[in-house]
């Protein structure tokens, strides 16, 4: 099968492998009917991420259709279409119990698909603990629609669970990206008082503008200013920076009022500063990334209701054969993409669909 490769540092290839087989009796072999890329499979392409292993299969988004189970998985059988969650949880453990599948002390526990074990960039795929790996895609809801929910949405979903919304709220999310377009969505179903998003890309700017009107949106620039001028206590009730750079760390906590909770959801190159001595008195709550992703059949819910909606987030779709050049257009930021849809290699054709 082909499967798309890091090779080394700063290479990954689409190569020739053999279609993976079972290993456990709780394993499941999905095959992928769409993927897509994500901003952390760059990490690994460019060396920040040093867990993740060369010669394994990237890709860690993926929706598909299950081949094959082990005699100990329950929940799936053969046929059924599925998502795949971006996180190896077994369940069991203290961390699992909790809720804190990023945590699960299983040696491949946490992000390992795409990382330390073969991801989804391929034709197929395997996933341990396919029980928890993996959650039924409602027949109404399509591939595309449900391609996020095991990792982009998820990240959005649990930033706004942990973030603590009220209908009060006055909510900052700074980012929009494609996990901060997830948090929005999110954010939206909690029905806060005001939301507004902080962005400097004119693409995503307009992005927001067009398919959510209600939503406020300022430039990085103005925004400390407007959100405190808009807020009724001196600040935004809750912040969640998905942006992830040292700017918008420091304007999260800038733009919180006293007692806000600042939920960073963001990845940063860098180590951050928190210069207590100038936040001394405000009292903040942080809380810090790194998704739970154990919310996945609620999240298919909801698109089925028709109160997710990610489809404004796909603006390119390539077939799996045709991915480098999927890879090119991501990377470089080019035509507007947000997220680009990796459909089956049998697909022939690009179909370049701008928002
Ligand atoms: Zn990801
Ligand atoms: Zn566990």
């Known amino acids: 099968m082909l499967a798309y490769t890091y090779i080394e540092h700063g290479k990954f290839e689409l190569i020739e492998k053999p279609k993976p087989g079972l290993k456990d009796p709780r394993d499941a072999i999905v095959r992928v009917t769409l993927g897509s890329i994500c901003t952390s499979d760059l990490h690994i392409k460019h060396g920040s991420v040093p867990r993740a292993l060369p010669g394994t299969t990237v890709g860690h988004e993926m929706v598909g259709i299950v081949e094959q189970v082990g005699a100990d998985v329950t929940s799936i059988r053969p046929g059924d279409?599925?998502?795949?969650?971006?996180?190896?949880?077994?369940?069991?453990?203290?961390?699992?119990?909790?809720?804190?599948?990023?945590?699960?002390?299983?040696?491949?526990?946490?992000?390992?698909?795409?990382?330390?074990?073969?991801?989804?960039?391929?034709?197929?795929?395997?996933?341990?603990?396919?029980?928890?790996?993996?959650?039924?895609?409602?027949?109404?809801?399509?591939?595309?629609?449900?391609?996020?929910?095991?990792?982009?949405l998820a990240t959005g979903f649990w930033a706004a669970r942990i973030s603590e919304i009220t209908e009060k709220d006055t909510v900052l999310i700074i980012g929009a990206g494609p996990t901060g377009i997830c948090t929005l969505l999110c954010v939206m179903l909690k029905h806060p008082r005001r939301i507004i998003v902080c962005e400097k890309s004119p693409e995503r700017i307009r992005l927001v503008r067009e398919h959510y009107p209600d939503v406020q949106v300022v430039k990085p620039?103005?925004?400390?200013?407007?959100?405190?001028?808009?807020?009724?206590?001196?600040?935004?009730?809750?912040?969640?920076?998905?942006?992830?750079?040292?700017?918008?760390?420091?304007?999260?906590?800038?733009?919180?009022?006293?007692?806000?909770?600042?939920?960073?959801?963001?990845?940063?190159?860098?180590?951050?500063?928190?210069?207590?001595p100038d936040m001394y008195g405000k009292n903040l709550t942080f809380k810090t990334g790194g998704v739970d992703g154990c919310d996945c059949a609620e999240i298919l819910r909801l698109i089925e209701e028709g109160k997710i909606d990610t489809m404004p987030l796909i603006t390119h779709r390539f077939p799996l054969n045709e991915i480098e050049e999927a890879y090119r257009i991501f990377e470089n930021k080019l035509d507007g993409v947000m997220k680009v849809a990796v459909s089956e290699r049998e697909k022939k054709g690009i179909r370049v669909i701008r928002v």
């Open 81 to 152: 279409r599925v998502t795949v969650n971006v996180e190896t949880f077994c369940g069991e453990c203290f961390f699992c119990r909790h809720g804190y599948v990023n945590n699960c002390t299983d040696a491949n526990g946490g992000w390992a698909l795409g990382c330390r074990i073969d991801g989804g960039q391929a034709e197929y795929v395997r996933v341990p603990y396919a029980d928890q790996g993996l959650n039924r895609i409602p027949d109404a809801v399509s591939d595309e629609q449900a391609l996020f929910v095991g990792d982009v």
């Open 221 to 276: 620039e103005d925004c400390r200013e407007i959100v405190l001028r808009s807020s009724d206590h001196g600040g935004a009730d809750v912040v969640l920076e998905v942006a992830g750079t040292d700017d918008t760390f420091r304007l999260a906590w800038e733009c919180a009022r006293p007692n806000a909770i600042v939920t960073v959801v963001a990845l940063y190159d860098r180590p951050q500063v928190l210069p207590l």
